[in-house]
């Protein structure tokens, strides 16, 4: 806590007091360190219970329905996760959330 309080919030009050006295852009808000500080900081206490925590995952179910399918089904539902080169993968999916992303912005 004493390593928290002096890396983020001493950082944080002491630009936000220098802001207080530079000039700033007429109709422009000034920007509050401690404001957005205190938002990661609640942030990051969301997230500590995920990542914190051991999680284990089962595939079962899928494995199950893999084994019930016809040879005609597993061709078109394809989702056998030893089948994906991950090498391509990887790359593809990126480039694709990119895209995604950059066009809901435009």
């Known amino acids: 806590n004493i390593w928290k309080f002096l890396s983020h919030w001493v950082p944080a009050y ?3 007091g220098i802001s207080m006295f530079t000039p700033s852009q007429p109709g422009k808000k000034k920007y509050s360190m401690i404001r957005a500080y205190d ?7 969301t997230f500590t219970f995920f990542t914190k925590r051991e999680w284990t995952w089962t595939a079962g179910n899928c494995d199950m329905l893999l084994t019930k399918l016809s040879d005609a089904d597993k061709r078109t539902y394809n989702f ?6 991950w090498e391509e993968y990887y790359p593809n999916y990126f480039r694709g959330t990119k895209k995604i992303h950059f066009e809901k912005k435009t």
């Open 80 to 85: 056998n996760v030893n089948d994906i080169c």
């Open 14 to 16: 002491l630009a936000d």
């Open 39 to 45: 938002k990661v900081h609640k942030a990051s206490l």
